[in-house]
T-cell receptor, first 113, second 115 residues
Framework: EAQVTQNPRYLITVTGKKLTVTCSQN?????MSWYRQDPGLGLRQIYY???????DKGDVPEGYKVSRKEKRNFPLILESPSPNQTSLYFC????????????FGPGTRLTVL | DQQVKQNSPSLSVQEGRISILNCDYT??????FLWYKKYPAEGPTFLIS?????DKNEDGRFTVFLNKSAKHLSLHIVPSQPGDSAVYFC??????????????FGQGTILTVHP
């Protein structure tokens, strides 16, 4: 079954404690991205990756890092989380063409105290 | 600045009637538009799309209309069913160029279909 998986699904942490949210897709997609969803703002892109070792900033990259060492994995790293990063995070992947459908993971609900 | 706007946070309709969800955009470079549906505790799932070379696209009960001069699109669901109750996101992208098809989303509209 084609899917995007994220872990953990729920996470409560404290300010400053480094964390990683993993994302994996089994569709051999080259393009992957991370979004955050906040009330009244919809989904906003944090980072995206066109291929292995190729990443770039989206609209709201501050406070986040990503890496793309393998095609299937695209982890999101928060080196020093702050309360304003409390949000719902989605990983997505799509095929080679910009009009290909983006498939989203189930989401990670992060709370930073 | 919100380049894609869904001005109605919520919409309530009766089962069997038409649901019309609206979306406005400001960036004239957008040339590909999509609607995603999202249930609680799940990720958004693709529903229907339309290219700027068209003004209408149909897929079963779902039809998307695009009015480029008004920078407006709408999603029609006919007939509406209780299972359609979800959050609907409008999204837009530039199909070519250097943006690599990045999706810009609206705020979402909560649709509730009453039996």
């Amino acid at each position: 079954e084609a899917q995007v998986t994220q872990n953990p699904r729920y996470l409560i942490t404290v300010t400053g404690k480094k964390l990683t949210v993993t994302c994996s897709q089994n569709m051999n997609h080259e393009y992957m991205s991370w979004y955050r969803q906040d009330p009244g703002l919809g989904l906003r892109q944090i980072y995206y990756s066109m291929n292995v070792e190729v990443t770039d900033k989206g609209d709201v990259p501050e406070g986040y890092k990503v890496s793309r060492k393998e095609k299937r994995n695209f982890p999101l790293i928060l080196e020093s989380p702050s309360p304003n990063q409390t949000s719902l995070y989605f990983c997505a992947s799509r095929g080679d063409y910009s009009t290909d459908t983006q498939y989203f993971g189930p989401g990670t609900r992060l709370t930073v105290l | 600045d919100q380049q894609v706007k869904q001005n109605s946070p919520s919409l309530s309709v009766q089962e069997g009637r038409i649901s019309i969800l609206n979306c406005d955009y400001t960036n004239s470079m957008f040339d590909y538009f999509l609607w995603y549906k999202k249930y609680p505790a799940e990720g958004p799932t693709f529903l229907i799309s339309i290219s700027s070379i068209k003004d209408k696209n149909e897929d079963g009960r779902f039809t998307v209309f695009l009015n480029k001069s008004a920078k407006h699109l709408s999603l029609h669901i006919v007939p509406s069913q209780p299972g359609d109750s979800a959050v609907y996101f409008c999204a837009a992208s530039v199909a070519g160029g250097t943006s690599y098809g990045k999706l810009t989303f609206g705020q979402g509209t909560i649709l509730t279909v009453h039996p």
